[in-house]
């Protein structure tokens, strides 16, 4: 639709010399590489910033949009206020209940109480071992791929994982947003959206990635993901997005 606010992502180029010199520096080994890259990737996403606020303001009744790992609700209400019919993923049971408690009655938000993922499957899900602590907080930690000294191996629950590409393009409509913050599952889930044909179905996907859990391998992956988005026309994919 032409008279639509649509992005567009442009290449990410390095301005001045703090960004040079840490565009330079992300190539170096370790952990110095990953705090340049870190510190360039936090510059891109200030850059970017202002590309949601415009997208949700454009938002019109019947707008499609899915939330993946809607948590307590925030991105579902903001979206559901702004006119859209949302579908929510939330795999963590406890948290489910309290995000249909918060949004289970908003006019056109459909809840699943399942994991996205690039296959369908019955996975562990990791709790923060703080989880006790601040649930409202900590909820936002679990995780089915991280395994570090932060989570507790024995706070975990099976659930659900939905071949998210096959859900997408079963439904048959376009969709104008897309958001995804699921704590390291994007690093499967991306490269197998990126190769399906529902991808052209996509108006803009927003991503929360998660290289902190282990740079050397996610890393490779984040460029790669980037170079592709950049040479698309559509969607808009931002990866710079939290």
């Not at 006119?83 to 949004?103: H, K, S, Y």
Request: proline letters at 7%; aromatic letters at 8%.
């Amino acid at each position: 639709m032409t008279d639509r606010y649509q992005p567009k992502m442009m290449p990410q180029q390095p301005e001045g010399l703090f960004e040079k010199a840490m565009h330079a520096g992300q190539n170096l080994p370790g952990k110095p590489g990953f705090i340049c890259y870190r510190k360039l990737k936090r510059r891109y996403r200030w850059r970017n910033e202002d590309i949601w606020p415009k997208l949700v303001a454009d938002l019109r009744a019947g707008d499609l949009c899915i939330d993946l790992g809607a948590n307590l609700g925030e991105v579902t209400t903001q979206l559901a206020n702004a006119g859209a019919e949302v579908i929510g993923f939330e795999p963590d049971p406890d948290t489910f209940a309290r995000l249909v408690q918060n949004v289970g009655q908003m006019p056109g938000v459909t809840l699943y109480q399942q994991a996205a993922g690039a296959k369908a499957d019955t996975l562990n899900l990791r709790r923060s071992a703080r989880m006790a602590e601040d649930p409202d907080r900590f909820s936002q930690s679990a995780s089915l791929v991280r395994n570090d000294a932060t989570m507790d191996d024995t706070n975990t629950v099976p659930v659900e994982v939905i071949n998210l590409p096959e859900f997408l393009a079963g439904l048959d409509r376009d969709i104008r947003i897309l958001k995804m913050d699921i704590e390291g599952s994007e690093w499967d889930l991306m490269p197998a959206l990126m190769e399906h044909p529902v991808l052209d179905r996509i108006d803009t996907i927003f991503v929360e990635t998660h290289e902190w859990m282990d740079p050397a391998r996610y890393m490779p992956i984040a460029h790669r993901l980037q170079a592709q988005a950049e040479a698309r026309d559509h969607p808009y994919i931002n990866l710079f997005w939290h």
